[in-house]
């Protein structure tokens, strides 16, 4: 199977083909979803939330990105793995968001970045670009900008906001993004954009006419059951599923019924735990 890079995902939308994407942030889980055909795995930094345990994604760090990108990397074949870049990692200067790109591509090992923003950044995705980086864009519900949207709320609902969020990702285009994220967006002002831009388009909660799709992955796999907001689908139960197996191993634990004589070593000579490859 052929790696996939930016040019595949443009074909992608000119053939009509869904572009899947998912969130992941470590080596096992990049494995899983690569073996299960995604086509872009994403450092997201909700890592800061569901990850950390933060009520946001502010607290991420360059560091703390660059460590996780480079876990995923080590763990995909197939996907195109981005990175995102964390708060005030590209808002500072043009400079720092070039080096701090840069960072990821060189250390993170992905071969794209996002950052979240319209046309006001078109500078920024222009120079990161200029150094050889693909850039994805990030429109709509963008988390990092929580307080001055005065909290998680759908975005784009009048027709100024429809309005500027259609300049901002023509803008984004122009500036040489090779994808963009719709985030919290209603479905039929994604429907227009994702109609007037050439490059594709990947929604979350923006509905069904985006070239592709994301969720975060503890999200889709039902790993919170308190955290439920109308664009998830729990395609799985996976809370049920992790309490159930780790009550089943205490309570054998507890009653002295694990471990048993199959997963005990007997007699002298060595073993090797793992067979060798
Ligand atoms: O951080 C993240 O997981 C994201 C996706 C939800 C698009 O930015
Ligand atoms: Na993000």
């Known amino acids: 199977k052929d790696k996939v890079t930016i040019h595949t995902l443009k074909r992608q939308k000119q053939a009509g083909q869904k572009i899947c994407m998912v969130t992941a942030y470590d080596a ?24 950390q345990g933060h009520d946001s994604t502010l607290p991420v760090t360059m560091d703390q990105m660059v460590y ?21 990692s590209y808002q500072v200067s043009v400079q720092e968001a070039v080096r701090n790109a840069g960072r990821l ?31 994805m864009g990030h429109l709509g519900l963008t988390p990092q900008s929580v ?8 975005q784009g609902r009048d027709e100024d906001a429809a309005r500027k969020m259609m300049d901002d990702a023509l803008a984004l ?28 388009t990947i929604g979350i909660g923006a509905g069904k006419h985006c070239d592709g ?25 996976l809370h049920g599923s992790i309490t159930e197996a780790a009550g089943a191993y205490f309570s054998e634990v ?4 694990f471990p048993d004589e199959e997963h005990s070593f007997k007699g002298k000579q060595p073993v090797r735990l793992i067979p060798t490859q």
């Open 28 to 51: 096992t889980f990049a494995r899983l979803f690569d073996e299960a055909g995604a086509d872009v795995l994403l450092i997201g930094d909700s890592l800061g939330m569901v990850v």
């Open 213 to 237: 799709q994301v969720l975060v992955c503890y999200d889709l796999l039902g790993m919170n059951p308190d955290f439920k907001p109308k664009f998830v689908k729990r395609f799985t139960n």
């Open 105 to 135: 591509v060189a250390e993170g090992n992905v071969g794209g970045v996002k950052l979240e923003g319209g046309a006001e950044f078109a500078d920024v995705v222009s120079a990161i670009v200029r150094a050889s980086i693909p850039v």
């Open 173 to 200: 285009e122009r500036a040489g993004c090779f994808s963009l994220v719709l985030e919290g967006v209603p479905l039929e002002l994604a429907r227009q954009i994702t109609q007037k831009l050439t490059i594709p």
């Open 147 to 154: 307080h001055k949207m005065g909290g998680y709320v759908v």
């Open 254 to 257: 507890r009653a002295g019924s």
């Open 68 to 88: 996780h990108s480079a876990m995923v990397a080590r763990g995909t074949k197939r996907a195109l793995v981005v990175g995102d870049m964390p708060f005030m």
